[in-house]
């Protein structure tokens, strides 16, 4: 099963953005998939954030604020998260997940650090 | 509002059997793909298993292809796991969780329970 690369860490200051990458296998083309995120928090389950697979075709959470936002970078076959106006309630694990063929996988996760 | 209540976690022994229930509350369980994830002691998200709501499309991990069996029963409004032939890397919390989508062969999770704890040890 393709399993999508996720940088084990990220940090960013409160107030900047924070741009969380999932680099899919390079047999699989990111144009032609949704990507889902994230959120977990120690002791806690998962919350989904977002799924994105275009700007036309992209939904939010219940409750998820706006300044999570997806996207794509396609010349680098990625999924991308961005969270904006980073504040220290954001600092936690960030799973992107996606459905290459008959099972859906899981990155390995990112832990975002707010300094 | 949507609840998932897992239970029948435990501690059991490698080779044994153990079934998992999610109690589902909040939302038409029946029109909703379910699915099953977990999370071994400080590691990352795995993906077990999906049913659609229908119970007619099922997928596994290949993990866990032909020793978990994931159903439903939409009368009891339950989601279960069915865990054969344990192994010691099966031991995680185990989250079901709801199909985001109604009427879909399986979309992405999006409300997730709070998990039931397998541990498997001699």
């Known amino acids: 099963q393709s399993v999508p690369t996720q940088p084990p860490s990220s940090s960013a200051s409160p107030g900047e953005s924070a741009r969380l990458t999932c680099t899919l296998p390079?047999?699989?083309?990111?144009?032609?998939?949704?990507i889902y995120w994230y959120q977990q928090k120690p002791g806690s389950p998962p919350r989904f954030l977002l799924y994105y697979y275009s700007d036309s075709d992209k939904g939010q959470g219940s409750g998820v604020p706006s300044r999570f936002s997806g996207s794509k970078d396609a010349s680098g076959n990625a999924g991308i998260l961005v969270i904006s106006g980073l504040q220290s309630e954001d600092e936690a694990d960030y799973y992107c997940?996606?459905?290459?063929?008959?099972?859906?996988?899981f990155g390995g996760g990112t832990k975002l650090t707010v300094l | 509002q949507v609840q998932l209540v897992e239970s029948g976690g435990g501690v059991v022994q490698p080779g044994r059997s153990l079934r998992l229930s999610c109690a589902a509350s909040g939302f038409t369980f029946n029109s909703h793909g379910m699915h099953w994830v977990r999370q071994a002691p400080g590691k990352g998200l795995e993906w077990v298993a999906v049913l659609s709501y229908d119970g007619t499309h099922k997928f596994y991990a290949d993990s866990v292809k032909g020793r978990f069996t994931i159903s439903r029963d939409n009368s009891k409004n339950t989601l279960y796991l069915q865990m054969n032939n344990l192994r010691a890397e099966d031991t995680a919390i185990y989250y079901c969780?709801?199909?985001?989508?109604?009427?879909?062969?399986?979309?992405?999770?999006?409300?997730w329970g709070q998990g039931t704890l397998v541990t498997v040890s001699s």
């Open positions: 390079s047999d699989i083309n990111v144009a032609h998939y949704n």
């Open positions: 997940m996606i459905w290459p063929s008959d099972a859906w996988v």
């Open positions: 969780a709801k199909d985001i989508l109604a009427y879909t062969s399986s979309t992405g999770p999006d409300y």
